[in-house]
């Protein structure tokens, strides 16, 4: 086991949610407290007058937060805050950050004099901030939080600079929201706990929380970005400071060298971007305390690529997108896994679940069109975030690690300019919103048409015939939820028109879908469905045999019951 104790010295935790301004984070998420980690560790950077021994030392924290990253997510022992000790949100207005100063102060006119009383605080505009908090008193331990990583142990020469680290963390989110960390011998009994749900079992009334991956810390680094913004700064002055020409052109030749363009006074420094965290966890209460849901062999935590450019296009045009997504995702994956491809060695389809591809359409409101807001990637369960990352890494971001653009060619269409959305789920759309499609549920209804596993030996087209298509296609369905793990439903409807509005019809022509498209020519039925459970399940919810290229997939219908 490994642990780490938090305490609120105050307390009082002041940290904003990252949905919404207007409401204090608690617990706090295992992202947040890393990256308080990690903060502390950059802000005590030893320098040359320290020695050996300190940078030694520094380089060895590092390292722990190197093997922290690798950890599976951590439960949390916590308090309950009850809800009159969450503070009532004040709106106040603070003076901003000093944009304007020049970086030439020698340079500014007198007639531009009267800029500078701007840097001043009684002069600076100010800005609209709210400051959420939640009060956790002083007594019985209610200011203290531990994460524990129960299947973890930290190797015996990291204990030493892990020790260290933990304790020069002195705020977790504001600044007003002092701690002291430590690395915990062992969890106390907490009046709240939550774990990390297994990806095999499903389970309602989760809480999602950000949390640490593989690569995490390099991301941090890219975005901070501190080694091209200080060699900036220090190519800059040695340009301005040099004495000469040889030793001007000396210093303007380095300048060139590592930032690929020619030095001029105008230029602006690299820039420095906010954290983003790209992943989260469900955690739930004890499992005795739970209440269990089924779930298919798809993870609930979906990919999510949002549409940046491109022209407008309908679920319709589902197969063009998929293919042209897929074709982007494998090229230059001729070693990639099974998992990933979904072909064995010798061009053979996968045994086992896939990498499933689907699009996230405007659909089910009551001005819902259709159109395509952008991609999503469904992994299958048993394949690890490491894993996941390790393949994909080449397509989603660049080589210093800032998210790059997924182009995808779709002929006469143009292109379409994708990017992982990495926005808080309040601040971008229902579509794009991963609960959309995941969220337990009892009734889910197609968007896409299903593709019939197999042909239906009757007629639909008969009426002698009719109903026993009927009950042949709803047999052909039970199995298909079977396929990926699901529970038979108790009922299943059938229809050429979605349950959802927005949606197109299950057969080409004017607001239809398109056949899906085989290898060999030859088109299977598709229908849509509505299906009834007798308990909750949690998505995403693919059935068919169009469910790794787009077709198939449903969404819950109407409010879940949690």
């Known amino acids: 086991m490994f642990a780490l104790g938090i305490e609120f010295l105050t307390g009082t935790a002041v940290m904003t949610s990252a949905d919404t301004r207007d409401t204090a984070e608690w617990p706090p998420h295992p992202a947040r407290v890393f990256m308080a980690l990690v903060a502390a560790h950059y802000e005590t950077h030893p320098v040359i007058d320290d020695g050996r021994e300190a940078f030694a030392e520094w380089s060895e924290e590092r390292l722990c937060l190197e093997w922290l990253e690798e950890q599976s997510a951590p439960a949390l022992a916590y308090s309950e805050v009850p809800k009159e000790h969450r503070r009532t949100v004040v709106k106040v207005y603070v003076p901003v950050n000093d944009t304007g100063l020049s970086s030439r102060p020698a340079s500014v006119k007198a007639s531009e004099m009267r800029y500078a009383l701007g840097v001043m605080p009684a002069f600076r505009s100010r800005q609209e901030r709210t400051f959420p908090a939640v009060g956790l008193g002083l007594e019985n ?56 749900s297994e990806p095999s079992k499903g389970s309602r009334g989760g809480m999602k929380l950000r949390s640490i991956a593989p690569g995490f810390l390099a991301d941090l680094d890219q975005r901070f970005n501190a080694s091209d913004i200080d060699a900036f700064f220090e190519l800059s002055q ?88 897929r074709g982007t995702l494998l090229t230059g994956s001729e070693t990639a896994p099974p998992w990933f491809t979904g072909h064995r060695e010798h061009g053979e389809p996968a045994a086992a679940p896939h990498l499933a591809v689907l699009p996230l359409a405007f659909v089910g409101g009551e001005y819902a069109d259709g159109h395509v807001l952008g991609m999503a990637l469904a992994f299958p369960k048993a394949v690890s975030s490491k894993e996941r990352a390790g393949q994909l890494k080449r397509v989603l971001f660049d080589a210093d690690g800032a998210d790059k653009d997924v182009i995808l060619k779709l002929g006469r269409h143009g292109t379409w300019k994708l990017q992982r959305e990495d926005r808080a789920p309040r601040s971008r759309p229902l579509s794009l919103c991963s609960e959309t499609w995941t969220e337990a549920s009892t009734i889910w209804a197609s968007v896409t048409p299903v593709v019939l596993d197999r042909h239906p030996k009757f007629d639909p087209a008969d009426p002698k015939e009719r109903e026993a298509w009927r009950r042949e296609v709803t047999e052909i369905i039970r199995t298909s939820c079977a396929n990926i793990g699901l529970p038979c439903p108790a009922s299943i409807d059938l229809d050429r028109t979605s349950w959802h509005r927005g949606a197109p019809r299950a057969r080409p022509g004017p607001n239809g879908m398109p056949w899906l ?46």
């Not at 990583?149 to 504001?174: D, M, S, T, Y």
């Not at 929201?177 to 062992?186: D, G, P």
């Open 141 to 196: 331990q209610r200011n203290c939080v531990h994460l524990v990583w129960n299947n973890a142990e930290l190797p015996p020469v990291l204990q030493p600079a892990f020790k260290r680290l933990a304790a020069k963390v002195v705020r977790i989110g504001h600044s007003s929201s002092l701690t002291s960390v430590w690395v915990a011998e062992q969890s106390p009994l907490p009046q709240m706990a939550l774990f990390p």
């Open 238 to 325: 040695k340009i301005q400071t040099a004495t000469g020409a040889a030793a001007k052109k000396t210093a303007k030749a380095a300048f060139k060298e590592r930032f690929n363009e020619d030095w001029a006074a105008t230029l602006s420094a690299p820039v420095r971007r906010l954290p983003s965290v790209g992943t989260s966890q469900t955690y739930t209460p004890p499992v005795d305390d739970a209440l269990p849901c089924a779930s298919s062999v798809f993870d609930p935590e979906l990919l999510v690529l949002t549409k940046l450019d491109g022209r407008v296009l309908g679920l319709e045009s589902t197969n063009m997108l998929v293919e042209a997504l």
């Open 517 to 562: 498209s085989s290898k060999t020519g030859n088109s299977r039925q598709q229908v849509h469905v509505l299906l009834h459970f007798d308990s909750e399940v949690e998505g995403p919810v693919l059935i068919g045999a169009g469910r790794y290229r787009g077709y198939g997939v449903c969404k819950p219908l109407g409010l879940p019951p949690s």
